[in-house]
């Protein structure tokens, strides 16, 4: 099967965001594609590098990036969700003329137009909420 | 290649902002000429309520953001007759037309579509 997740939750504050890493992990495992990772609403704060979580806990942020780099994966932040919460790239950055940015490759910054692209052209969208 | 795409709104208008986020997923869908069909379901029906005032709470009116929803050919909108009774609410409370339909018919609704996706 070929898979695509929708993640919603915000990473520390809620299971989910944990699960969908695992759930992610546990499908390339058993052999199935996954076609695009979407983070939207306060999924949106999973792709800071600047998450610094006590050593004992785990980097969701970092792992994602493994993930993404073992197994080429596309991990798209919606856009205007990341931006409006502070999560923004380089070039958007310096498109809004701020001082700072804390999202990197492998993540992106995309339109919701990325989301229904992986909806029409996945066997199964899931969502964690 | 035009699919039939149900996205379903569980939560209160105000509150979270995922009832906001979901009505922009709706809207960018059908400018990509999906078939979308929206159903509202649970505390979801809150967001059509009739005469919303969210000025004082520093949010945008979420019927103004429905209303928009025919110029986008977005014209089936679903509420079940169950979950407006259980919140004491008939279909003239609405700020907009929308099939009231009953829960056991969400059944057929869903089988109906390609896509489902919930906010």
Known sequence: MNVSLLVMSEPYSSQSSLSALKYAKAALSAGHGIKRVFFYHNGAHTGSALQTPQQDETNIQQEWADLSNTHNLDLVICIAAALKRGNLTADEANRYDREQHNIHAPFELSGLGQLLDAQLNSDQLITFA | ?119
């Open chain 2, 1 to 119: 290649m035009t699919k039939n795409i149900l996205i379903i709104q569980r939560t209160a208008p105000y509150g979270s902002s995922l009832a906001r986020e979901g009505i922009d997923y709706v809207l960018t869908s059908a400018a990509y000429d999906q078939n979308i069909s929206l159903l509202f379901l649970g505390d979801g029906v809150f967001q059509l309520l009739a005469n919303q005032n969210s000025k004082d709470i520093q949010l945008k009116n979420q019927l103004s953001a429905l209303e928009v929803l025919p110029l986008y050919d977005v014209e089936n909108l679903y509420v079940t007759e169950e979950d407006l009774t259980e919140r004491n609410l008939q279909a003239e409370n609405l700020g907009l037309k929308v099939n009231v339909i009953s829960r056991a018919s969400v059944h057929p609704l869903l089988s109906k579509q390609d896509h489902v996706v919930g906010f």
